[in-house]
Every structure is written in structure tokens, then in C-alpha cells.
């Protein structure tokens, strides 16, 4: 962070609208709207998938069909017309892309516009991108350097094509075809995303990462992530995501699941910033995600997110601690403003002995959103001196907004500790003062205070990210308090 | 250095500053006194500009410069420093990211270059010495945890920073040790030059042993009623106030 100085913040600032709010103008391939049988064969059929993946889509589609959309978030939003909306939107393209050199300009510009970097020798610190947009993989870059370690790290359509026997292993361990409604809808219209796998001992050397983005209006997206960290191995993932400014509503309905065996550690990051709708209330993306991971023995899950964007977000990042001695965690900043609304934790299921938890959640709330923290801390039986330690803490910018903490709490092994700290404060009219006693304007000053209440988290993103997070959580909060 | 004419002031609707006058020149350090209640920190508070209070008459001319009219950060940014009584605390954003972003802010503000992350902290080392506060205090978050004698080693550390023209010290020594008070004044008359000018609030003579004061004002009702040299706190510290309130029944 020693290049980002203040200066820096300050130019940024003077862009405050969402500036990710602009349409990529490129042809797209978008199937008429709709949800079908025929659909779901339809995209299947565009993907060239195996019959077993198409049946797992069928039979997701069918039981999706009975299921009832969950009430009990403490959102409200009107129920999106699944026949309204395209399922499957690609950017048009000759061919697969051979090389960057073959990527639509358009697209590149796209990138850039996005600072979304794919020239490889042009990039100083090692991350690995795969850009998603609309329904398809664009493009994927350290491939081969990522290779010559055994690492795959492609979009989920090339897995299924290229390694089926690993996607056919792990997909849908982690969270059931028919876990929840939305889930339920991602198996029976999922497009792509990344896979990600890391060989047994291998510590990946630099970042991987997705960005996805929404361009086609209309649609929806509906991603995978599957990622795979074999025994002893380590990586760190990001993930980005961002959305043109429209006036309806579109659907994101996302699965991520994440696999540590024995002694391996993930990372997983998220700057979420879908575009949250305007000053009204009118638009913005719809965000139901399921993210789950499992730990085997002595291995580690760590959930980061910073949650900025979305009208209604409805996602917890969860670990099921299943091996002795495994570690969750899951940190946490989300921020609502104007009406955005936010229903967001996570679930740590101990099952193994010695294992351990933290959940560490700041809420952010303006205007006249609402934010709420939902978690799930879960002993079983055969956890002994399991251990969790939950902190909540919620930041009120206005007197309109509101903060909820719904903290669950099931222990049924007495050896378990178990503690929770929960906080919820006003950003003092005193702070503030004080800082323009100092000769620190206002907007400078919310950004000191916002960015000083959420370092906990920051913290534990990788640098670059952090930087960029730090700007969102600034620009987010322009102008907000009253 | 700064002139105040017939300021009235009120909150809630309740006057507490009833026609004040006080002109402060450079060089001069002025002590400002009295009882409970009698509008002193109210005074600091309107200088500074707090939102909570609204002006209903006077004018405060700061170096020439309509102070009323300008916003609490530019009050700042033209050289008036507050230390508080109360500091506040910041979880999380260190002492010296704060400072760098208000000297870099005060720097702007004038045209002037940011300070080089060498240059400051060569200040920082400096200036936190001049106070006796712990280095380490100036990497952890503002005010976070400080004891009350270390919050107000801080504010006169940050002042130090600042480099002020007009310090206002709002009941500094409330709360401290009489190392701490010692340490406190020490870092005040270091930073004492023919041109800057400090006003100090305080209840109690005791500050004044350490920081001698050119004048003493005696506030009451929120006018000032009384002023004269240093022995005039001594003689409150004698008498109590109860000689002004009987003097000045109807203010």
C-alpha cells in the first residue's frame, strides 16, 4: 500500500459515481428467454458437455421446480420472473481464443477499463486472471506458467472438456444439487466460472483470479467456482465482480465451493461490487450466492469479502470443519447505502475434534439500507474442544438505515468454547470534528474512520485488493452521513 | 492574532456566550478562568467551529480572516488548533497515518507540497520527544486505549505536528498527574514563539505554575469579567470565584 498515497484517494474520489457502470458494445450470442427443459438442453448443447453433466442439469431443474424460494432473510425484493430472463449470453467470437493476440479489442478495452491486466509480461506481481463475461470464460492468463507445476487453473467449460474426471470427483461435494433454491437454479443453468486445481505439496506462487462481469442486459449470470487445493498444497484466490448501471433488476445466482484436503489452505477473497442501483432504489443487481468450503484434517478456509455493491445481497460463505484440528474463518465488510439491503455471514459446521472458527463482521449501513449479519456457529458431537470466536460489530451512517445481527448459536459438546462480541455504533459527529480540527475534510475524514474500523478485515486481503477495497469503501460511502 | 467582538452564542437556545471581547496578539499566552459552567469550553468549541452551536451576534477576526465564515477544517488549515478536553478515539487508524493526512491536508490547502514519508517521520521523532511520548504510542490507533495523561501528551504532540499559530488548550491539565502536567506545560512553552499565541482554558491555577500566562481572564456568564496579570489566578486560587459571582449578580 506504500505507493497508494492520498492523492491518489483524492482523484478517485472526484469519480464517485459507480464507474463501472458502462456497456461493452460487442455482438452478443443471447438465447431467447425463458427456462425450460429445451433451455437447459439448449445450453448444454452450446457447451458440448458430457451426458452426465446434462442429466445432473435436468435433475437439479426438476427438483429446483418444487422447491420454494427462502423467506427468512430479512430482505424484501420483488421475486425475479425466471421466465423473464436470457440464461445463457456470450460475447460473440470466432473461436476459442489461441492467444491474447486474438482477443477482441473490444474486449480488451473492456478489460482496461475494468484494470483488469492480461498482458502477462506487462504484470509486476504474479496474479492470474480468468475474466468472465455474461455466461462464458474470456480469457485465462499464466496458464502455461501454471502448468509446469501441475496447477489447472482454466474456466469451468474448459475443466469439463479437459479434466472431467476431476470436475465429475468434486463438484456438488460440497453444496448438494438441491441445497437451497438458488443453488438449485445454478445447477440447472450454470454457464461457467473457474476450476481451480492445486497438486499435492505445491504452494501456488502467485494469486489466482476471476473477474466476473455482467455486459448484456437481460440476462443473468449464473457462475461456478470449484476449487481444489490437494493435501499440503496452498492458494490464494480472488474474486471480483462488477455490472453495468441499468434500471431492472438482474439476477447473479452463483455456487462456489471450495476443497482443502489433508494440511492444505485456502484463501478466498471477494470485492464484490455489482452495481448496487441508483439513489433511488431503482435497479441493481440481485446477489444470491451460495459459497461453502470443506476442511480435512489440519487444513485451513479463509472466507474474505468485502461486500460494497448489489441491491439485495443474500450470501454466506460457509466451512464445514470435518478433519481434526481444522481451521475456519471468514472476514467480513459489507456495506449498504441508499436502499441497497444485505443479508450476509456464514456458518462454521465443527465436526472434527480441535477445530477452530473466527468470524469477524463489520456492517456498514447508510441511507436507508439495511444490513443485517446472519450466522451459524454449529458444535456437533463429535467436535471436541472445538473453538469459535464471533465478533459483530455495526457501523450507523444515518438515522434512516438499520443494522440486525442474528447470531445462532448449536452446541452440543460441552468441551467447546464458544464467544461472541457484538458492537454497534454511530459514526460519532465527534470523530468527525475532530478530524476537521485537524484540517481534514470531511469526505477524507469518513474514509479514515470507515477504513480504521474495518482494518481487521483489510487487513487480510492481498495488498493490491486492499487498495482497491479501501477506494470502494471510501467512494461507496460518499457523502453519507446525516 | 485573533479578535473577538461581542460574540453571543447559544445551543439548544440556551445563551452561554453573552457578548464576549478578548483580542489575543502574538507572542502572548492568555488564561482563561472560571467557574462551572461559565462558557469556557462553549469558547473553544465556536472558535473551533462546532456544528451544535449557533453564532446569534459578534465577529471573530483570526489573522485578518473572517473566522465565522470558514469551515471547521480551513479554521484548522489556517492555524488554529484545539486541544481537546475529551480526545477522541479512532479504532484503527494510527496516530501517524492521521497526522500525515492532516499536515498533508494543511499542506494543500496552501499550495504546498506533501511532506515526504522521510521528512515526517524525522518530525514525528522530533516532536513526540519534545513531550516524552513513547514511540510507540504514534504507531498505534488514535487515542485507542491511551491513558488520560497519554490523550493529552497526544493532543500536545499533535499540536507540536501542527505547528499552530493560535493553540486553544481546553482544560488540559483536567485529569492529569503532576509528571504529566509538568510534561504537558514543558511541550507547551517549547513551542512558545513571538509568533504564535496560545489560549488556556483552565479551572484550576495549578496549570499556570508551568505555562505563565501574560493575561488572565476571568470568564463568568459568558462574559469575561475580570482580567489582569498572572497574580489574578492566584488570587482566584485564594478566594475562590465566589467574589466574582457576588460582583457581577446580574451579568
Known sequence: ?482 | MITIKNLHASIDGKEILRGLNLTVNAGEVHAIMGPNGAGKSTLASVLAGRDAYEITAGEVIFEGTDLLSLSTEDRAREGLFLAFQYPVEIPGVSNVNFLRTAINEIRAYKGEESLSAKDFMSLVREKSALVELDSKLASRSVNEGFSGGEKKRNEIFQMAMLAPKLAILDETDSGLDIDALRIVAKGVNQLKSPENAAIVITHYQRLLDYIVPDFVHVLYKGQIVKTGGKELALELEEKGYDWIKDAHPTV
Not at chain 1, 448438494?176 to 443453468?189: E, G, K, Q, S
Not at chain 1, 466460472?193 to 504452494?203: A, D, E, L, N, W
Not at chain 1, 444485505?342 to 462454521?348: E, F, I, L, P, S
Request: charged share 20%.
Open chain 1, 1 to 482: 500500500m506504500a505507493n497508494y498515497t492520498e492523492e491518489n484517494l483524492a482523484e478517485e474520489l472526484e469519480n464517485q459515481e459507480y464507474k463501472f457502470g458502462f456497456v461493452t458494445p460487442i455482438d452478443s450470442d443471447t438465447i431467447p428467454i425463458g427456462l425450460s427443459e429445451d433451455v437447459i438442453r439448449l445450453i448444454s448443447n452450446k457447451k458440448e458437455e458430457p451426458l452426465w453433466l446434462l442429466e445432473h442439469r435436468l435433475h437439479a431443474y426438476n427438483v429446483w421446480k418444487t422447491m420454494e424460494e427462502p423467506k427468512w432473510a430479512h430482505v424484501k425484493y420483488k421475486k425475479p420472473d425466471f421466465q423473464n430472463i436470457a440464461y445463457y449470453s456470450a460475447p460473440k467470437q470466432s473461436k476459442k481464443y489461441e492467444s491474447w493476440d486474438d482477443v477482441d479489442p473490444e474486449m480488451k478495452a473492456t478489460m482496461a477499463k475494468l484494470g483488469i491486466s492480461m498482458e502477462e509480461q506487462q504484470r509486476l506481481t504474479g496474479v492470474a486472471v480468468d475474466f468472465v463475461m455474461d455466461s462464458v470464460s474470456v480469457a485465462t492468463s499464466f496458464k502455461e506458467k501454471l502448468g509446469e507445476l501441475g496447477i489447472i487453473f482454466c474456466s469451468f467449460s474448459e475443466a469439463v472438456q479437459n479434466h472431467p474426471d476431476l470436475v465429475r470427483k468434486y463438484m456438488g461435494t460440497v453444496i448438494p444439487t438441491t441445497d437451497n433454491y438458488y443453488a438449485a437454479l445454478n445447477n440447472a443453468v450454470f454457464t461457467d466460472g473457474s476450476f481451480c486445481y492445486i497438486p499435492k505439496g505445491v504452494r501456488c506462487p502467485m494469486e489466482l483470479s476471476t473477474y466476473f462481469r455482467i455486459n448484456a442486459g437481460g440476462t443473468g449470470q449464473f457462475e461456478r467456482t470449484l476449487v481444489v487445493a490437494d493435501e499440503g498444497s496452498y492458494v490464494s484466490y480472488l474474486e471480483g465482480c462488477t455490472a453495468p448501471q441499468r434500471d431492472e433488476n438482474q439476477l447473479h445466482a452463483a455456487v462456489v465451493e471450495l476443497i482443502a484436503l489433508d494440511n492444505a489452505e485456502i484463501k478466498y477473497s471477494t470485492v464484490q461490487n455489482w452495481y448496487p442501483g441508483d439513489k433511488n432504489g431503482l435497479g441493481g443487481i440481485f446477489n444470491f450466492v451460495t459459497k461453502r468450503g470443506i476442511c480435512h484434517t489440519n487444513s485451513k478456509i479463509s472466507w474474505t469479502q468485502v461486500e460494497t455493491g448489489s441491491a439485495v445481497t443474500w450470501k454466506y460463505p460457509s466451512c464445514i470443519l470435518k478433519g481434526d484440528h481444522s481451521i475456519g474463518e471468514f472476514y467480513s465488510v459489507a456495506v449498504t447505502n441508499n436502499y441497497q439491503q444485505a443479508d450476509t455471514g456464514t456458518k462454521m459446521i465443527h465436526l472434527g475434534k480441535n477445530t477452530k472458527s473466527t468470524i469477524i463482521s463489520k456492517g456498514i449501513s447508510a441511507g436507508k439500507s439495511q444490513n443485517s449479519y446472519r450466522g451459524l456457529v454449529q458444535i456437533h458431537k463429535s467436535a471436541k474442544n472445538a473453538r469459535n470466536f464471533s465478533q459483530c460489530d455495526s457501523l450507523l451512517m444515518s438515522s434512516e438505515c438499520g443494522a440486525h445481527t442474528f447470531p445462532y448459536i448449536e452446541c452440543k459438546n460441552s468441551t467447546a468454547k464458544i464467544e461472541h462480541e457484538a458492537t454497534t455504533s454511530k459514526i460519532g459527529e465527534d470523530q468527525l470534528f475532530y478530524c476537521k480540527q485537524r484540517g481534514i475534510g470531511e469526505e477524507k475524514a469518513i474514509g479514515l474512520i470507515v477504513n480504521g474500523y474495518c482494518k481487521e478485515v483489510l487487513n487480510q486481503l492481498p495488498m493490491e485488493f486492499a487498495v482497491e477495497a479501501q477506494k470502494l469503501l471510501t467512494i461507496s460511502l460518499e457523502g453519507s452521513v446525516g
